[in-house]
């Protein structure tokens, strides 16, 4: 399975993204998928995931403002992102474990560039 990160772009401090993860096969028997997002000159954090229960987990810094989803019937996952701040700009990147006892792939995409700024 492929993942491929979509819906990044401008916006300003305050404004709303929703970036959206498009698997080239079925995601209903991946474990988890997640988000992940890297700044310029910083290390790659993750963001916030989802697993196959629905269970879902943020950073610090995401709770509150983002909302993670999958839908199965696109095969996708979406990262609703509200309320930005110029310190959310960074390249996202979605990732996948694909069983319980698997570890996240780190098969990186291209990602898709959010930048937050007035």
């Known amino acids: 399975v492929q993942l491929v990160e979509s819906g990044g772009g401008l916006v300003q401090p305050g404004g709303s993204l929703t970036l959206s993860c498009a698997a080239s096969?079925?995601?209903?028997?991946?474990?988890?998928m997640g988000w992940y997002r890297q700044a310029p000159g910083k290390q790659r954090d993750l963001v916030a995931t989802?697993?196959?229960?629905?269970?879902?987990y943020y950073s610090d810094s995401a709770k509150g403002r983002f909302t993670i989803s999958t839908d199965d019937a696109t095969n996708t996952m979406s990262l609703e992102m509200t309320n930005l701040k110029p310190e959310d700009t960074a390249v996202y990147y979605c990732?996948?474990?694909?069983?319980?006892?698997?570890?996240?792939?780190?098969?990186w995409g291209q990602g898709t560039q959010v930048t937050v700024s007035s």
């Open positions: 990732d996948r474990r694909p069983g319980f006892t698997d570890d996240w792939t780190r098969a």
């Open positions: 096969g079925s995601i209903s028997m991946i474990y988890a």
């Open positions: 989802i697993n196959h229960y629905g269970t879902t």
